[in-house]
């Protein structure tokens, strides 16, 4: 299996963000890279530099005003006297009806969701080259890869269409599944991140031609808190395309295996031709957030069980944090998905 990645992912490096109310360093950090990287070439992939796909495949998923938002607003940012080294919101709407405001200030709390995305010089361009690794992903397995991984950083799964947070600014495995769509495939995208694939719900929450479906720590307690629970189901035409599966707390392989059982009767039941797996592997034991209790191994049970279901997979990287484990647990898992049916 492939690795698509580009050098320019590394260099957005965020400083800081508020864990409740207080300044921590950002856990998203580029050595998250190194470590994905040599977990990747560990399990025998390939590295592969992707294209430049340009604005085409991110603007079928994001708005114009954000994308323009997101490529700008470090610079009018800078012009700020006494503005803060990092774009980092302090204001947000509290519907989303109202006017959209003019200034740089107005719009990060409007485009921003939290403090953990902050936007610095080289952010706009590390985050279009892990969607374009996304994209070129989808291209070879649209060219009959079997599957291919994206190590895509910074991550996307809790970037809406107009909206950045917890470390998202562009929804990469919505832009690798938007981007199949338009090949004429039919896509259903499996999140296994500790946290629930919020963006990715909320870009396809009306709509029929893509299933959504979420394992993820209990959001009653647990970021992102406001989305993430079982009956959000989905509204319009995408009403019943949703699927939240919420695990208590410190669940473990089985309980997560179970779930993920669960969650593979629904795909199988929808029938894609092409499955995205936003794979977060910050379900881990030993992942600084500590959400759930996943093993090493658990993750090539987890791939094993993904794998069987049979279809050809795009692989995206979501979250992950740094801890000793990390590149065995990208091992494990890119092993279990490769092993598994032989
Ligand atoms: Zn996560």
């Known amino acids: 299996m492939k690795t698509f990645y580009a ?3 590394k260099s957005h490096d965020p400083k800081m963000f508020l864990s409740s109310g207080a300044a921590q360093p950002n856990p998203e950090v580029p ?24 604005l085409r495949p991110i603007a079928a998923v994001h708005t114009p005003e954000y994308l323009e938002f997101l490529e700008g607003i470090f610079l009018r940012w800078q012009r700020i006297e006494g503005a803060s080294p990092e774009v980092i919101p302090n204001i947000h709407p509290l ?44 291209d070879a397995v649209l060219a009959g890869d079997r599957a291919a991984y994206a190590l895509c950083r910074p991550p996307g799964h809790h970037a809406f269409a107009d909206v950045a947070g917890g470390f998202c600014f562009l929804n990469n495995s919505a832009i690798a599944a938007q981007h199949l769509l338009k090949d004429g495939k039919r896509v259903a995208i499996l999140d296994v991140d500790l946290h629930h694939g919020n963006g ?27 989305w993430g629970h079982a009956d959000e189901r989905g509204e319009g035409l995408g009403l019943g395309y949703n699927h939240n599966l919420p695990l208590p707390r410190k669940t473990g392989d089985t309980g997560f295996l179970e779930a993920l059982t669960a969650a593979a009767k629904r795909i199988s039941a929808y029938a894609p031709d092409v499955l995205v797996v936003a794979l977060g592997l910050d379900a881990f034991e030993g992942d600084p957030f500590g959400g759930l209790s ?24 979501e979250g992950g944090y740094l801890c000793d484990e990390l590149s065995d647990n990208l091992t494990s898992f890119l092993g279990g998905f490769a092993n598994a049916g032989r």
């Open 31 to 54: 050595e998250r890279i190194e470590r994905l990287l040599a977990g990747a070439i560990a399990a025998g992939s390939e590295i592969v530099r992707p294209r430049n796909h340009g």
């Open 200 to 226: 990715t719900q909320g870009i396809f929450y009306g709509r029929a031609d893509v299933l959504t479906v979420s394992l993820h720590a209990d959001p009653v307690r647990f970021y992102p808190f406001f």
């Open 95 to 138: 519907a989303r009806g109202g006017r959209y405001p003019a200034s740089a200030v107005g719009q990060a709390g409007y485009h921003m969701a939290d403090t953990a995305c902050p936007i610095s010089a080289d952010t706009w361009n590390s985050a279009c080259w892990s969607a374009w690794s996304a994209v070129e992903a989808a």
């Open 7 to 9: 050098d320019e992912q």
């Open 294 to 317: 996943v093993s090493t191994p658990g993750f090539a049970r987890i791939a094993a069980a993904i794998a069987d279901l049979g279809l050809p997979t795009v692989i995206v990287q």
